[in-house]
């Protein structure tokens, strides 16, 4: 198993978010998590992530204990081993495409060509081929969010946590984003979480979880 | 009706036998549900009456003679009518689901476990969907799969709905068996 969350729970103040939710991801998986909303799905995957601590639980990376690091080394975890994706692409407005896409090499302290050299591989990969240096406003919602996944994809990362990546977008755009996210996490044996309450996105995953009021329920199969 | 239109789309086209016609209809909608000859036959018969088609020959063979069919004028003008009038939207209900939520729940039995169960049986057939869309030989084959996956999608959000609200129905139904 290549993720593991197990019995996690999580409050905010006096109000519970997980319940006892757990969830496994194997490499090269893609594994929905749906629910409605306020079910602590986000919570999980923020969890899962090391984003947040949980309160009581236990989530192991490759065989290690992860929940009970100090921070730093969570951060390192996610710049090195994890990649992101959000519903609104948060590209730093500031840089063009390439450069966001480029970034998590830029900051692991790959030089900069090379970088950048990867950076328009990816964008070409995603069907972004000639907007290397548009910046952000220029983009639309579907080309932003084909840069986020190209920067979450970059370095390779053993696992891309996705949460709601298609929610700004109308359903072509979400469908084209999700086979690319798919096809390329299969391709290089990334694996995916995503988070979604849209059951036509966790359509695209190997296997989905459902979980309500903070616990995971009877996982569904993809037929 | 549909299927007659379908044929009259494909004669204006060009002028076809009645077995071409079937071919072709299996292969552009056939994904729906193939036609069988004796429905081919008995809209082309219909669509003659009607004065919509005309035979334009008929060719001796080995079997029965095979007659050629063509659109007519007035066939043009109503299939014309025809694409342009919007369908009076029809819920796709599936009463079964609706009636088995509230069976349950007037005999107290847990209406939630089978909702959970429905939507899993749901989910999975999106899934199934969702891989034959995307190995899809044509945008044909992928649109009549959306078409099934926005569908089903909308029996799951009624699922979820209803799921939410079952403890407001649970006292309504009861209510409503205690005056009854």
Redesign the interface.
């Known amino acids: 198993m290549l993720l593991t969350g197990r019995d996690l729970h999580k409050s905010f103040g006096s109000a519970y978010a997980l319940r006892g939710a757990g969830v496994t991801l194997t490499k090269g998986e893609v594994v929905a998590v749906?629910g409605?909303s306020g079910s602590g799905k986000s919570t999980l995957l923020h969890c899962l992530a090391g984003i947040l601590r949980p309160d009581s639980g236990e989530v192991w990376f490759a065989d290690r204990r992860i929940d009970d690091l100090p921070d730093r080394d969570r951060a390192q975890l996610r710049r090195t081993a994890f990649g992101f994706v959000f519903q609104f692409g948060q590209l730093v407005p500031e840089l063009p495409a390439v450069e966001n896409v480029a970034l998590p090499l830029l900051l692991a302290g790959r030089r900069r060509r090379d970088a950048l050299a990867a950076g328009r591989e990816w964008l070409r990969r995603l069907g972004l081929d000639g907007l290397d240096g548009r910046m952000p406003g220029e983009l639309s919602g579907g080309e932003s969010q084909r840069v986020a996944l190209a920067r979450a994809l970059v370095a390779a990362p053993a696992v891309v946590f996705a949460d709601e990546p298609t929610g700004a977008l109308d359903s072509v755009a979400a469908d084209q984003v999700m086979?690319l996210l798919v096809d390329a996490a299969h391709a290089q044996g990334t694996s995916v979480l995503l988070v979604t309450h849209e059951?036509?996105v966790?359509?695209?995953?190997d296997r989905?979880v459902?979980v309500r009021d903070g616990r995971d329920?009877?996982p569904?199969?993809?037929? | 009706m549909t299927v007659s239109y379908a044929l009259l789309g494909l004669l204006e086209r060009s002028a076809r036998h009645g077995y071409d016609l079937k071919q072709s209809y299996d292969r552009r909608f056939g994904g729906v549900k193939p036609v069988r000859f004796g429905q081919v036959y008995r809209a082309l018969a219909q669509l003659t009456r009607d004065g919509l088609i005309e035979v334009v020959g008929v060719e001796a063979g080995a079997g029965p003679d095979r007659k050629r069919y063509a659109i007519t004028d007035e066939g043009v003008t109503d299939l014309g009518a025809w694409l342009g009038e919007p369908e009076e939207p029809q819920p796709l209900l599936q009463p079964v689901l609706f009636t088995k939520v509230v069976l349950a729940v007037l005999s107290g039995r847990p209406a939630d476990r089978f909702l959970?169960a429905q939507?899993?049986a749901?989910?999975?057939?999106?899934?199934?969907?969702?891989?034959a869309r995307?190995a899809a030989a044509s945008t044909q084959d992928a649109i009549l799969a959306d078409y099934q996956?926005?569908h089903?999608?909308a029996d799951?959000r009624w699922i979820?709905h209803t799921a939410?609200r079952l403890g407001t129905l649970a006292d309504e139904v009861r209510d409503a068996a205690d005056r009854s």
């Not at chain 2, 749901?122 to 891989?131: D, E």
């Open positions: 749906m409605p086979e059951p036509r966790a359509a695209f995953a989905t459902l329920t009877a569904v199969g993809a037929g | 959970d939507r899993a749901h989910l999975a057939a999106m899934a199934r969907l969702t891989k995307r996956l926005f089903i999608e799951l979820d939410a």
